[in-house]
């Protein structure tokens, strides 16, 4: 079973612009979370999806934005790119809500903002 | 607020040893989950283990097993007969209950060496 992919693996972008990353679960998982990683900030939760609908959400500026389709895949939006915004963005996908164990992690998006 | 706070930023420990990782937090709720997350260098995050606050026995998964101990509010991992793959960076992670929340905090970190 193929695990959790994501891409772009890599992405630069400049202050002001907007970004998409596409997170694709586990086949019949149907639950996705995303995750940001900084050296400063840590890991925080960003926000969940499942069966299309968002949640559960962090504390984090509407800025940030995403969505899932009817196939489970995810995709993440961030606007108006800010310097802070570079870090390594984490999906995870399970069967279910968070509730479930069964929780398998994506290598990740590393964003750079210049 | 919910707080997690991991004192041990590195720790180490001899192949096939045991070693320990503390993990303390902070909370008013009653109903949450504790987490522990390994993530090998340049590797996918895992979770390794995850802690019901309501059941009072401690969880175990294979060679890692945790202290739950909720009155303390401390949740520590225990890696027995420690293998060169465990040699990661180890996340300690809190989550309010039920199925909408809006609270997953995780600690900084401790990044664990395995020397052969």
């Known amino acids: 079973k193929a695990g959790v992919t994501q891409t772009p693996r890599y992405l630069i972008k400049t202050r002001g612009q907007q970004v998409t990353l596409s997170c694709s679960p586990i086949?019949?998982?149907?639950?996705v979370s995303w995750y940001q990683q900084t050296p400063g900030q840590g890991l925080q939760f960003l926000f969940e999806?499942?069966?299309?609908?968002?949640?559960n959400k962090g504390n984090f500026p509407g800025r940030f934005s995403g969505r899932q389709f009817s196939n489970s895949r995810s995709e993440m939006n961030v606007s108006t790119l800010e310097l802070g915004d570079s870090a390594l963005y984490l999906c995870?996908?399970?069967?279910?809500?968070?509730?479930?164990?069964?929780?398998?992690f994506g290598p990740g998006t590393r964003l750079t903002v210049t | 607020a919910q707080t997690v706070t991991q004192s041990q930023p590195e720790m180490s420990v001899q192949e096939a040893e045991t070693v320990t990782l503390s993990c303390t937090y902070d909370?008013?709720?009653?109903?949450?989950?504790l987490f522990w997350y390994k993530q090998p260098p340049s590797r996918q995050m895992i979770l390794v283990i995850r802690?019901?606050?309501?059941?009072?026995q401690n969880a175990t998964e294979n060679r890692f097993s945790v202290n739950f101990q909720k009155a303390a509010k401390s949740f520590s991992l225990k890696i027995s007969d420690s293998q060169l793959g465990d040699a990661a960076m180890y996340f300690c992670?809190?989550?309010?209950?039920?199925?909408?929340?809006?609270?997953?905090?995780f600690g900084p970190g401790t990044s664990l060496s395995v020397i052969p």
């Open positions: 802690q019901e606050a309501y059941k009072q």
């Open positions: 909370t008013s709720e009653s109903d949450y989950y």
């Open positions: 995870a996908s399970s069967p279910g809500l968070m509730n479930d164990v069964e929780q398998y």
């Open positions: 086949s019949g998982h149907r639950s």
């Open positions: 992670a809190y989550r309010s209950g039920g199925t909408s929340y809006d609270k997953v905090i």
């Open positions: 999806y499942f069966s299309e609908t968002q949640r």
